[in-house]
């Protein structure tokens, strides 16, 4: 074969495999394009469908969010387990074989029953949310129990402080039982004794009944024979009594007396104690002889009477004075009432019959006074008298004595009537009020009795009252 025909079939040849070749690599390239559009076709749908569970944020730091990779459990199933577990331990029942959505609205539904239920049971939760979360109201809870449990202990201390109360009381109480017991043993002894005793003298009584009622009348007759005697000695003593004292009144009326006058009795009441030394009308002040060396004090007062003149009877005087300032040898006074038609001038007497600078009189106080001068008698009278007395120096006994320097006399104590059967029923204590009503009538007219048997001055309450230059303040409240 030439060498020229054997050159171009070769490169003929050549052609013709390089056209094969290319034809086999477009069409290898075609079926490739076809085949990497058909996997980009499947790669963007899987981006689209994995968009739909992750964003690609997310799907780089998906091992962060989902945690520790599991063998053989893919990203999701880990997920959708983590999401189970944490519904099981949210709502256990709602972990099942369903959707997450389904999943999370069960256990969010039984989430917020829970919660109400909590809130109705627990009246301190009424204010939680609806939408508050479990570990929320767990730790409400946590706080309310704990609170719970605080005043369970402060109870508890209080039941056993009680409780330790009780047992005290309860065994003081079965001491006092005790007690109760053996004393009624006690008595029930002594009542056996009484009444075998009774017995014995019922017995002796039904057998010996007219011989005890002959010595019993043999008795009565002795006892009336001896009383008759002792009523004639009595009466007997009384009239020779009688008859001296009336020998004596006639010896010392006819034959006594006229020689020499018998004491006035009432002299002391009308010594004089001081006088005014100098007056200030502008003031309405005085200046009198008495001060801290007599024993003066504030609040003394003192009847006012005119120089020169004999104290009257009534012991009223011209002006009431009291003691505010003290001094030495003098004191300062004010004028508590006086007449503008005869003023207090200096040298004017001063008296008070209750003080005195050298002794306490005594006093006796006894009858129904009236001092504020509303027309009943004061329930408290006597009581606020005897303060008066004892405040200024004096004293108050409860009966006369040879020591007694006067006695104070109001009204007779009125006595009511006897009250009825009826009325003791209806007023218990109607019988024990009139009982008192006697005593104290009966208590009166022996203090004036005996104030006058010892020549004791007597004085009611509106003289008492004049004489201490007090008659002005006893009106007034809190004067006594």
Known sequence: MPIGKKSTDSTLYALIAFVALFIIAATAGVIYYLKFEEQRGLADTAQKRLGEFASPAEVQKIGALVGAEQSGKSRLKVTLDYLDQAIGLIAPGAAGDTSAEVKVNEATTKVKEMVALVAKQNPELNDVDPNTTLLQVTEKLTSALQSTKAAEAATRGQLEELQSRFDDAMKASMEKEQALLAEKDKFQEQFEKVRTGYDELKGLLEKKTDEQVKDLYGKLDQERTGREETNKQLLKSQAELQTAQDRIQKILKEDVWPIKPPPDKEVKAFEPDGKVILVDDEAKTVQISLGSNDHIYQGLTFEVYDRGVPIPGNGKGK???????????????????????????????????IWSPTKANTFVVAGDFDLNGDGVPDDDAIAKIRRLVEKWGGK?????????????????????????????????????????????????????????????PIFNADRFLYFIGYKTQAGNPGAF
């Open 396 to 456: 108050v006994a409860d009966s006369v004595t040879m020591n007694t320097d006067y006695v104070i006399l109001g009204m007779p104590p009125a006595v009511p009537q006897k009250p009825t059967v009826q009325e003791t029923e209806k007023y218990p204590n109607a019988m024990e009020k009139y009982e008192h009503a006697l005593q104290q009538a009966a208590k009166y007219k022996d203090i004036q009795s005996q104030a006058l048997a010892l020549s004791i």
């Open 319 to 353: 002006a009431d004075i009291e003691v505010y300032n003290v001094g030495d040898s003098f004191s300062s006074a004010r004028i508590i009432r006086s007449d503008k038609k005869n003023p207090i001038v200096a040298d004017d007497i001063i008296a008070n019959l």
